[in-house]
């Protein structure tokens, strides 16, 4: 049975790579399609200003009919160049559209290779025409493109096949473009857009190399892609210096200087483009394993960034808490307008705890007991959330929905914490020491961010309302700050923590640590004047982020 199902499995891989295959030689052709189009234009150019006449009468007849027959195999099929029709109807009407824009451009490219109406209006005609017939053209290859990042398989390499293609088509645009120049026919236009073309070269031939994010390209480090990319490049560089020559010459030996340059580029680039098609069976089994480790290292970093937003939350718990109190005594002049850019905050991530959000990247929960109590948060979250939201439109004049804030502030930080339990017991099943220790130390520094802020709110309450539990409650925080401080950079055998020693962790908590010997002392104190009380409230934010910085190098960082 289980022989059975690895030969299916081979089977199936094999079927799909097939038709990966078939893909990627529609990708290649119905891309050089776009290239033919500038060839063409080029090729009729050439046979106007009389350079080469014989072969560009004969290389003309020859584009004219690839294009010709591809598009008819794009369509319904062609055995010979290995194409299959395509079923989906959008890419068909596609190809529909190109097929009636080029059928009187193609009786125009005839009359030209049989030296008929050569005339200003022909060319004119084909001046107008070629960059529509490109354009429409290219949507469909941009649709075939967009096939290969469809379905579980999401061969992004489609998309580098699809602009490796377009690089062949641009020689000729440019080549085109400097006929036009010669010729004075909209040469400044021509110009402008040879120029354009030129810089769209150079950006696509590095994205292929290193890639690109804007023109999702993923690049490549295949050993002969690489190499031919690199032969094509200095192929690239010549034709460039031979452009800047024609450009400023009267000589026919000049312009066809260029043009010869720039058709051993294209040919250089179309080389590349078939080593592209050849390898993208190995490439997508590289992609394949790539998934697979990604996924498995995927599962032990999505853990620790879950438990960062989830320790999060009981930080902001308290910075809501202690802004309602700053935005009732006014102590400080922003204090009313953060509340509600903290509101939103925690209940944009406590819906996606439950129904994930894409922007703060985090998948939906499904674990019974986890969704249980992000319920039960939500319950003691609503009221809550209206009572910060009635302290900021008051501008802290609404007491009794500063009470109710300060009389359940604690409960939601209890339930909130007690979320991050459960996704800690969660992700610790299974894990080694060193795994279950990184997601410990995720939540231990969380905890600090929360920490300051409940030190703070505790230090109003007592200063400001003279509630004495309050301040006993400070002292136990603050030292809880100071104690966890210590064991994040030093480690810990009774919690059996390592050390910091990963370089930008251990700085960015020394840094910590230089703030937090500053201001403590603050903290200590059974008295403050309200230039200190207003000090302090200034430099705790500045406690927090470089807090919060270090968390976010300990989820990310890979050793601590």
Not at 326 to 335: G, T
Not at 371 to 381: D, N, S, T, V
Not at 394 to 414: F, P, R, T, V, W
């Amino acid at each position: 049975m289980k022989r059975l199902l690895v030969i299916f499995l081979l089977f199936s891989s094999f079927l799909f790579a097939m038709s990966d295959k078939e893909l990627a030689i529609t990708i290649n052709l119905a891309g050089k399609q776009r290239m033919l189009t500038q060839k063409m234009s080029k090729e009729a150019l050439e046979i106007y200003l009389g350079i080469d006449l014989q072969n560009a009468i004969n290389n003309l007849k020859k584009s004219s009919a690839l294009f010709d027959k591809t598009l008819k195999g794009l369509m319904q099929g062609d055995n010979e160049l290995g194409l299959v029709p395509t079923k989906n109807q959008a890419i068909q009407a596609q190809l529909k559209k190109v097929q009636k824009l080029w059928e009187p451009f193609y009786a125009k490219i005839k009359e030209i290779y049989n030296m008929k109406n050569l005339d200003d209006k022909t060319f004119d005609y084909i001046y107008k025409n070629n960059p529509i017939l490109l354009q429409e053209m290219n949507k469909a290859v941009f649709m075939y493109a967009k096939l290969g990042n469809k379905g579980s398989n999401k061969l992004k390499m489609a998309n580098d096949i699809n602009l490796a293609g377009r690089q062949r088509m641009l020689t000729q645009k440019i080549a085109k473009d400097l006929l036009f120049v010669k010729a004075n026919i909209n040469a400044k236009e021509a110009l402008k857009d040879m120029q354009n073309a030129i810089k769209l070269f150079d950006k696509t031939l590095n994205g292929l190399f290193n890639g690109d994010k804007k023109m999702h390209l993923v690049g490549t480090k295949l050993p002969r892609i690489v190499k031919q990319l690199t032969i094509t490049k200095e192929h690239w560089q010549k034709a460039k210096k031979y452009l800047a020559i024609a450009l400023k010459s009267n000589k026919n030996e000049d312009t066809l200087n260029a043009i010869k340059a720039l058709d051993s580029t294209k040919d250089k680039m179309n080389k590349a483009v078939e080593l592209y098609t050849k390898s993208l069976n190995r490439q997508k089994q590289i992609l394949k394993i790539n998934a697979i480790i990604h996924s498995f290292l995927h599962k032990k970093e999505s853990a620790k960034h879950l438990i960062n937003l989830a320790g999060r939350q009981r930080m902001l718990t308290q910075r809501i808490s202690k802004l309602a109190l700053e935005c009732a005594l006014h102590l400080i002049p922003d204090s009313c307008t953060h509340l509600e850019q903290f509101v939103k905050l925690y209940e944009k991530t406590l819906n996606g705890f439950e129904f994930g959000d894409k922007e703060l990247t985090l998948s939906p929960t499904k674990d019974p007991q986890a969704l249980a109590q992000i319920h039960k948060i939500k319950k003691l979250w609503k009221p809550f959330a209206d009572a910060a939201m009635r302290v900021q439109k008051s501008n802290g004049k609404d007491l009794q929905a500063l009470k109710y804030i300060l009389a359940h502030n604690m409960e939601l930080l209890k339930e909130s914490n007690h979320l991050v339990e459960i996704y800690d017991a969660i992700h610790q099943k299974n894990l080694n020491y060193l795994d279950a220790a990184k997601i410990t130390l995720v939540d231990m520094a969380g905890r600090q961010r929360m920490l300051t802020q409940k030190m703070t709110k505790e230090l109003l309450e007592y200063l400001v309302l003279k509630n004495t539990k309050a301040r006993d409650k400070m002292k136990e925080t603050v030292k809880l700050f100071d104690d966890t401080l210590k064991v994040l950079i030093n480690g810990s055998k009774l919690y059996m923590l390592p050390k910091a020693t990963n370089p930008k962790i251990k700085a960015q908590l020394l840094k910590v640590s230089n703030i937090w010997a500053k201001i403590m002392p603050f903290y200590n104190k059974n008295s403050l004047s309200k230039k200190e009380l207003v000090l302090l409230l200034k430099a705790n934010p500045i406690l927090l982020n470089e807090m919060n910085k270090a968390v976010y190098l300990i989820e990310k960082s890979t050793d601590y």
